[in-house]
């Protein structure tokens, strides 16, 4: 948003909405269980203090962060449709800090301030959770740790390079240590796992009931809340308007978290890539569960650059996920349907679990994640300095946009502390290339992760063009592929 946008206004590209019959099972579950009080669109124009675009977990904890740090803060959030519509209540809930991303936090910062940034991540999701614990808010909060499985050879070596990576680093100790096969199938048999790494610090909830509780949590703090209101465009200025269909808000700060949509603002349009990610989930099957020995409540992950995710319900489901080789030059309905992904997800799952054999698939749905080049979320203020945003979390929001909030708030605040000074502020993460250029690389690159990681997941060996390709985003510096 630096530079000349026309007459000061910048246009947003919001989502359509989706019809209830379209929600993922999360959201159709959280929503039977508690539909909340109505948040009528915006239907005049008004005037906030702060006001934030986007009803996911950043926007809200955003919001609920302000109002702790200033209860007079006049906070007003926009939502395009409901809150947890999009990617924070269709999600895998494995919520977990940054430790994954040590690698490319240490690249980009040095390994003391890398570890830092895991560390306060961490702190962040245990406040979160003390907070949700507190609030009476029920998201199915499951402390399983997270198992990351080895499921072919090629994969063998990269368990390794992990591992030494995180013992050089001096992690704590109760981050990834490594299982060895027997002990992998202790806490999970599947005949494709082979040995893991498990970090006892993940946890997992049910994301929507998350999504919805923090709604709650903030409408009871004193912010309005409009859903099913878009805002198509932002008018710059000492003072910022926001406009939407039928009212405006004209605002001191605004904070933007519009996670993958931010790719439809003209500023932002190279600083991330939408991809999408997909979910089955099976017929409750506790009775297969305890055959596989999967109890434990662990979130599952492999080696793939594809990721595998999978996690159980308390009712003995499975939740099968993966990044899929689908991307798009505008974040859509492409992104959030796929069937051709939909039959691959279901055959992986049995092909992982034949216990699973006769359960049948519920429900399977998808949605747009920010690809940020260095795997990390970037946070910032543009020119005028009273318009934040948040994004890149690269499919890993679900604990991140804690910190996200933390930093948020304190950006729109005006506030310095350690996570206005955070070095996750006011770095921009590598530019992808222009289009046309990005979507036809990303396509081939994408096709060429998937087909990499299932040569080598089936014994064999990769098409070496193939295999280029999917290392070459790392050749050329972004945190992607292999
Ligand atoms: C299938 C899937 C599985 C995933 N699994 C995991 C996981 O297990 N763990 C993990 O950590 N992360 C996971 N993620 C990523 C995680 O869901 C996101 O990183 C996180 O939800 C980001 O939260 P957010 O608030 O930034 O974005 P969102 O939840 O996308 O919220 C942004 C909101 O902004 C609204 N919006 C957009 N534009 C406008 C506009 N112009 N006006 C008004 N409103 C607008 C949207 O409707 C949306 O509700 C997954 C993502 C997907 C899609």
Not at 86 to 110: H, Q, V
Request: with cysteine; proline share 7%; charged share 25%.
């Amino acid at each position: 948003m630096s530079g000349a946008a026309e007459a000061g206004a910048v246009r947003l590209e919001p989502p359509r909405g989706t019809e209830d019959s379209r929600r993922s099972w999360w959201l159709r579950e959280a929503l039977a269980a508690d539909p909340g009080i109505p948040c009528p669109p915006l239907g005049e124009s008004t005037k906030a203090d702060v006001a934030i675009v986007g009803g996911g977990y950043t926007g809200m904890w955003t919001a609920y962060r302000i109002k702790q740090l200033d209860p007079s803060t006049d906070v007003v959030l926009l939502e395009a449709d409901i809150c947890g519509g999009g990617p924070s209540g269709r999600n895998g809930g494995f919520m977990y800090g940054l430790w994954e991303d040590l690698p490319s936090l240490t690249e980009l910062f040095g390994l003391k301030e890398a570890v830092a940034v895991c560390r306060m991540a961490d702190d962040c999701v245990a406040d979160a959770e003390q907070i949700l614990e507190a609030a009476g808010v029920d998201v199915w909060l499951r402390r399983g740790g997270h198992l990351t499985v080895s499921t072919s050879p090629v994969f063998d070596r990269a368990l390794d390079d992990f591992l030494e990576t995180y013992n050089a680093a001096g992690v704590p100790d109760d981050v990834f240590v490594r299982l060895s096969p027997v002990e992998v199938a202790a806490r999970c048999r599947s005949p494709r796992f082979r040995g893991g790494a498990f970090n006892a610090r993940g946890t997992t909830v049910q994301p929507a009931r998350l999504a919805r509780g923090l709604r709650r949590l903030i409408l009871e703090s004193g912010v309005p809340v409009h859903e099913r209101t878009p805002v198509t465009a932002l008018q710059r200025g000492t003072r910022v308007r926001l406009e939407t269909p039928r009212g405006s808000v004209t605002a001191d700060q605004v904070v933007l978290a519009v996670n993958a949509w931010s790719h439809g603002i003209r500023e932002f349009r190279r600083a991330i890539v939408p991809r999408a990610s997909h979910i089955v989930l099976t017929e409750p099957a506790p009775d297969a569960l305890a055959a596989i020995g999967w109890t434990g409540g662990e979130g599952i992950g492999d080696f793939r650059a594809s990721l595998h995710y999978l996690r159980t319900t308390p009712d003995g489901r499975i939740a099968f996920g993966a990044g899929t080789g689908t991307s798009a030059s505008h974040v859509g309905r492409r992104l959030e349907e796929d069937p051709v992904w939909r039959r691959r997800l279901e055959a992986d799952l049995r092909a992982w679990f034949p216990e699973f054999r006769g359960v049948g698939i519920e429900a399977m749905w998808g949605g747009p994640i920010d690809v940020s080049a260095y795997h990390l979320p970037f946070f910032g203020s543009t020119a005028g300095g009273n318009v934040h945003y948040g994004m890149g979390f690269t499919g890993g929001g679900v604990g991140p946009s804690v910190l996200g909030g933390r930093i948020l708030s304190a950006l729109a605040l005006g506030v310095s502390n350690e996570f206005s000074r955070s070095p996750l502020v006011g770095y921009r993460p590598r530019r992808f290339p222009p289009e046309p250029l990005l979507s036809l690389g990303v396509r081939l690159v994408l096709e060429a992760i998937v087909r990499t990681d299932d040569a080598w997941d089936e014994g064999r060996r990769a098409n070496p063009a193939l295999e280029f390709l999917a290392r070459l985003p790392r050749r050329i510096g972004y945190h992607i592929g292999h």
